[in-house]
């Protein structure tokens, strides 16, 4: 099976066209959404109805559920309190139905999807180091756990009975193609695939990943995409002006 992982596509339609016109000329088996498919972009509809069409299996972020109103406002900084509002007023009554039925932790096959940390994924909080890896890797109850949030790129390998980190990947030459090994049956994995529509990297390409089971191989991948007709969107709407200038850093 050939997995397409997408996350934190934020409302950023250029992008996803981009990336998913790029995997309909592969052969993918299955596409996951790992939340965040909306807020801070100015195309949170289409993002959406581009990911049903695709019969992407989905799990909540956190902007999809301040959204629908699960998650407080005040959670929120005030840039990206603005941006929750203005895609809620866009989307329509089923819309932000579908949005509430989206499950915080989902298992497919071998993994399991999360948006932020595995334990109290209701929180969002940002794993952004080695102690919060192997607290997440260490309750997986599937060889891999994939998550988003950060808006960068990562791939872990930890093993159990020992709770040592074994591979910390970072550098984007390596996450080009990572290979791993199901047969040790207390390994955990963890893949994190970048963001799509905001990446925080200093890349500003946007970043995906796809996971071959049958090879066993990961690999990051970086499209580009039109970030300028992006940028007008934005600002066309009215939306901090933050949210477009970013898109060109990769910030």
């Known amino acids: 099976m050939r997995y397409a992982v997408l996350s934190d596509i934020h409302g950023n339609g250029e992008a996803l066209t981009a990336v998913l016109d790029r995997l309909a000329t592969e052969r993918i088996d299955r596409y996951v959404c790992l939340g965040d498919t909306i807020g801070y972009g100015a195309d949170p509809i289409a993002c959406l109805e581009r990911l049903q069409r695709c019969q992407a299996m989905m799990v909540a972020g956190n902007h999809e559920l301040g959204c629908v109103g699960t998650l407080s406002l005040q959670w929120f900084n005030e840039a990206a309190r603005a941006a929750v509002v203005w895609t809620r007023e866009q989307l329509s009554v089923t819309d932000l139905d579908s949005l ?40 997986c109850p599937t060889l ?28 984007a030459r390596e996450l080009a193609d990572v290979s791993w090994d199901d047969t040790p049956l207390q390994r955990r994995y963890l893949v994190n695939p970048g963001s799509v529509g905001q990446p925080r990297d200093g890349d500003p390409r946007a970043s995906y990943a796809v996971i071959d089971t049958q090879r066993r191989t990961m690999s990051v991948h970086r499209m580009t995409y039109d970030v300028a007709a992006a940028q007008r969107k934005i600002r066309a709407a009215n939306l901090p002006a933050f949210f477009a200038d970013r898109l060109a850093l990769g910030r």
């Open 100 to 139: 509430r039925q989206l499950p915080l932790t989902a298992t497919e096959d071998r993994f399991t999807l999360v948006h932020a940390m595995l334990r109290h994924p209701e929180r969002f909080e940002y794993l952004v180091d080695t102690a919060h890896a192997i607290e997440t890797m260490a309750i």
């Open 144 to 171: 891999m756990c994939l998550t988003g949030h950060t808006h960068a790129p990562l791939f872990i390998e930890y093993d159990a009975p020992s709770r040592r980190v074994l591979r910390v990947v970072t550098d």
